[in-house]
């Protein structure tokens, strides 16, 4: 669960350091471009010049912030390519990993599916009667159903890779701000029914229109303008 933690200083050491600048870019608070001067982060965040030079270059592995030599960091950028390449990648990984929880998954591993969907259909219903709503929540509950109908996969290293991949997608619905209303909802209440008659090829075939669905948008929208002059395109579909 991508999440900021709280508190300062560089007693809590690197690990601390890494997690917060982490859930900043993931979560958009840290935009696409942004300089991240080591003097600067170190005055809004508290930790020592070292050990947010070791952070930042731990996201510089993740592809989510870039090192720049001598001339320091800067978050990574956004383009339409790349949000294509990361949602084939997403969907490649959560369609395999749904096969195998769908076969493994017990009765406990439906009552979770069912109690995040439950969460997640809350705040949809609010979000489209026009309510205020926590966006950064919306995006939890979406992000925990979601893992949720994939954690009986038995695969550890499917989940690590498919995490990875997640918040890569994320960061792009949060700096597009992407909510597809009833279409959304409507595919998400169609997944648990997936889930629970245990049929892994339509749910294979609603993620896909899902996923697709949130491209199509940001890309026809052009929500990466702001970020990225790159050209649209339309994402692979994976044989």
Known sequence: MIRSTGGSGEGEGGDAAYRRLRADVVLGRLRPGQKLGLDALRREYGFGVG??????????????????????????????????????????????????????????WEGRVVGAHHKLAVLERRLLAGEAADAMLWKRCDRDFHQALIDACGSAVLME????????????????????????????????????????EGAGRLLEAHIAGCVDQVLNDDAL???????????????
């Open 161 to 200: 890779s498919y995490a990875a991949a997640y918040d890569r997608y994320l960061r792009y619905q949060m700096v597009a701000v992407v909510f597809r209303g009833a279409v959304a909802a409507g595919q998400h209440a169609q997944l648990l029914d997936c889930a629970l008659r245990r049929d892994a």
């Open 51 to 108: 050990t947010l030079r070791e952070a930042l270059n731990r996201l510089a592995s993740e592809d989510l912030v870039v090192a720049e030599g001598q001339r320091g960091f800067t978050v990574a950028p956004v383009s339409a390519a790349d949000f294509c390449e990361i949602a084939d990648l997403r969907l490649l990984l959560e369609r395999h990993a749904i096969t195998l929880s769908f076969a493994a998954g017990d009765l406990d």
């Open 225 to 239: 303008a702001p970020f990225a002059a790159a050209p649209r395109r339309r994402p692979a579909r994976p044989a």
